[in-house]
């Protein structure tokens, strides 16, 4: 129901209009107050919120034009008809510049009240709608912005200058043509802490959120700890005086974490935040940079040639024994990658509390070993995501933590590796791409857009690897995960079929007969019943 202000100096007037909503329009609208003159009829809007207003030209004092204006000004969203005695041009002109939707002739007749208040309605409820789409795109903007920011500094945490490309990101984020300053921020909870992984995004939140509103930078994902920053250069500017400014804003950020100034200059039972910076460089160098800034938060200086985390004075068997390990996992053959990986735990053996140089090789290991299963299409984004979450490795506590926190990643990473089918690249990452979104309403289409591939060589392509079409392979996998779902007690087969991607259970129910020879009901109670002629 919309609420009407009647406006209008002669009282006969306002009592008539009411009489009519209330005995004609009562379902639709209610008048919710009047006013007798234009300075009135401000204040009343301001005060009652009106959707409508039913406005008299000539008033005393402020006329309905200027009262109209005020309220305009004031940016309340009410719907504006006149009410006058005259059909003038120039009153009518000005009413139409002031966004005045309609007007009423004096005496005011039922039906063109009826219908002039109808319009006035429908325009506000369109006028709401056209605000709230604008609303979810300005909000499904920022998020976009946010996302690709996230993309691009966590392309630039790679430290993979060949497949990094700047110019997908410019525009899109608004980073000028200048030079960058790229730094590292890693996070690292208090001593002793029980709770050392809350710590740390707790103190990655705050640390995120004073970058974002209290300086020019911006602020990467939380990886293992780390973060990285890129900010915008002047022309004027010099990298090592930007770079203490930076410092110094963020450790002024006192209201959004009271210790935020202490983490940054870490004193006795508090977490820290240890920063590098790379020189100032081109945008097109931000990965390489990024490895300089790396280096420098953790203390371990610049290293010719080397990648995040590599100490320069590794020693060659070391390197040999670190890719020994890659080369043996992805090649499946996770008994020498075992090997290796107790050779490179050996030596670290008794050292103590590994220096920070060390235990970052090793997660540095495990990261490069994780990301090149799922740049092969091994592991899914999600799974990629949550593996790379190696927390347990940065916090390990001594020699013997670290060397059983590894041991204990093992076997999984492992079994991924060896289980992986030895597929190019576009079928494997489309591959992953199924078993990551089989819910979902996925296609070809949709698939080969995350390569990216067209669709047609990603089909050849299934093809002759698989010996199955895209469908066909969607199906299976579908199949394999009702399977697995139908055998755990009380499962549902509308459930099920739901989860697996199939809206209608009876052509699921259909499918899942040709697939198997079972109806999923008779699939069920045989697994549960541990029959021999369960498939």
């Not at 940016?75 to 504006?80: A, I, Q």
């Not at 008794?350 to 091994?378: C, I, S």
Request: proline share 8%.
């Amino acid at each position: 129901m919309k609420r009407v202000l009647v406006v209008d100096d002669e009282r006969p007037v306002i009592e008539t209009i009411e009489l009519m909503v209330r005995r004609d329009l009562a379902g639709e609208f209610s008048v919710v107050g009047d006013a007798s003159s234009g300075r009135d009829a401000v204040e009343k809007a301001a005060a009652l919120a009106p959707d409508i207003v039913l406005m008299d030209v000539w008033m005393p004092g402020i006329s309905g034009l200027d009262a109209v204006r005020e309220i305009r000004a004031r940016g309340l969203p009410c719907v504006f008809i006149l009410v006058t005695a005259y059909e003038r041009f120039d009153i009518a002109r000005e009413a139409m510049e002031l966004g005045v939707l309609d007007y009423l002739l004096k005496p005011v007749v039922r039906d063109k009240l009826a219908s002039a208040l109808r319009a006035a309605a429908a325009f506000a409820d369109r006028r709401f709608e056209l605000e709230r789409r604008e609303m979810e795109h300005r909000e499904r903007e920022e998020r976009l912005r946010s996302f690709v920011e996230e993309a691009f500094l966590g392309a630039v945490m790679s430290g993979d200058p060949d497949g990094f490309d700047p110019e997908r990101y410019r525009a899109a984020l608004g980073i000028p043509g200048g030079r960058v300053l790229v730094g590292a921020a890693a996070f690292l909870p208090p001593p002793g802490s029980p709770d050392p992984r809350g710590d740390v995004r707790a103190l990655y939140a705050a640390f995120r959120q004073a970058v974002r509103y209290k300086t020019r930078a911006l602020a990467g994902p939380l990886k293992s700890g780390f973060s990285s920053l890129l900010l915008s250069l002047p022309e004027s500017g010099f990298g090592e005086a930007e770079a203490k400014s930076f410092r110094s804003d963020l450790a002024e950020a006192k209201s959004f974490r009271s210790d935020l100034a202490e983490a940054l200059a870490p004193g006795p039972g508090t977490g820290s935040i240890r920063m590098g910076f790379s020189p100032p460089a081109p945008l097109e160098e931000a990965p390489s940079s990024w490895t300089t800034a790396y280096r420098e938060a953790l203390g371990l200086g610049s290293a010719e040639g080397s990648g995040p985390g590599v100490p320069g004075q590794a020693s060659p068997a070391r390197r040999e024994d670190e890719r020994a390990f890659l080369e043996f996992l992805l090649a499946g053959d996770s008994p020498r990658a075992r090997q290796a990986l107790d050779r490179i735990l050996e030596r670290l053996r008794h050292r103590g509390d590994p220096p920070p140089g060390e235990r970052y090789r090793l997660v540095g290991l495990f990261a490069g070993a994780y990301r090149d299963l799922e740049v092969r299409g091994y592991l899914g984004p999600g799974e990629a995501d949550r593996l790379l979450d190696l927390e347990d490795l940065r916090i390990a506590p001594g020699a013997e933590g670290l060397a059983e926190a590894a041991r204990t990643r093992f076997p999984a990473l492992a079994a991924c590796a060896g289980n992986a089918p030895r597929w190019s690249a576009p079928v494997a990452r489309a591959a992953a791409y199924i078993r990551e979104n089989y819910a979902g309403p996925i296609s070809l289409e949709s698939a080969a857009a995350e390569i990216p591939l067209s669709p047609g060589r990603l089909s050849r392509l299934f093809v002759e690897e698989t010996g199955r079409g895209f469908s066909d392979f969607l199906t299976g996998v579908r199949i394999e995960k009702a399977k697995e779902l139908l055998a755990e007690p009380g499962a549902s087969v509308k459930l099920v079929s739901s989860a697996c991607g199939y809206p209608d259970p009876n052509y699921f129910a259909r499918l899942f007969k040709k697939e198997t020879g079972y109806t999923p009901s008779a699939f069920a109670s045989a697994s549960r019943e541990g029959s021999d002629e369960k498939p």
